[in-house]
C-alpha cells in the first residue's frame, strides 16, 4: 500500500530555494516511480520531475533542468525536491505521486496510481 505524505512546502523569496520531501509512509518506493507535479491557480497540473527509486534515474521538465534536483534518501525512503534560483512562476501546489510509468509516459499525470494531499510553494518578495 503506498501513502505519500508531503512536507517542506512554504514562502521563499525569489532566488530563494526550498526543499520539498515526500515520503510512503515510511515505507520504502521499491519498483515505483515518484513524480513531483505542481498546480497553479486555474492551471493544469505540470510536470517537474521524476525518480526511479530502483535505479535513480531522474527526469526533468525543461522549465526546472539545471535549477531542480530530484534525490532518494534512504534513511527517511523518501524522494526529495530541491529548488534552486526560485522564481514567481513556480508559485503552485506541488504534488508528489507514485506510479510504474514507462519512460515514454513518466513525464504524465495519468500515468501515476497514487498522489499526496499537496504542499503549497510561494515565491514572492
Known amino acids: 500500500q503506498v501513502q505519500l505524505i508531503e512536507s517542506g512546502g512554504g514562502l521563499v523569496q525569489p532566488g530563494g530555494s526550498l526543499r520539498l520531501s515526500c515520503s510512503n509512509s515510511g515505507r520504502t518506493f521499491s519498483d515505483y516511480a515518484v513524480g513531483w507535479f505542481r498546480q497553479a491557480p486555474a492551471k493544469d497540473r505540470e510536470f517537474v520531475g521524476a525518480?526511479?527509486?530502483?535505479?535513480?534515474?531522474?527526469y526533468y521538465a525543461d522549465s526546472v533542468k539545471g535549477r531542480f534536483t530530484v534525490s532518494r534518501d534512504y534513511a527517511k525512503n523518501a524522494v526529495d525536491l530541491q529548488m534552486n534560483s526560485l522564481k514567481p512562476a513556480a508559485t503552485a501546489v506541488y504534488y508528489c505521486?507514485?506510479?510504474?510509468?514507462?519512460?515514454?509516459?513518466?513525464?504524465?499525470?495519468?500515468?501515476?496510481?497514487?498522489w499526496g494531499q499537496g504542499t503549497p510553494v510561494t515565491v514572492s518578495s
Open positions: 505521486a507514485a506510479g510504474r510509468p514507462i519512460v515514454s509516459t513518466i513525464r504524465q499525470p495519468q500515468a501515476y496510481y497514487y
Open positions: 525518480l526511479r527509486w530502483s535505479n535513480g534515474a531522474t
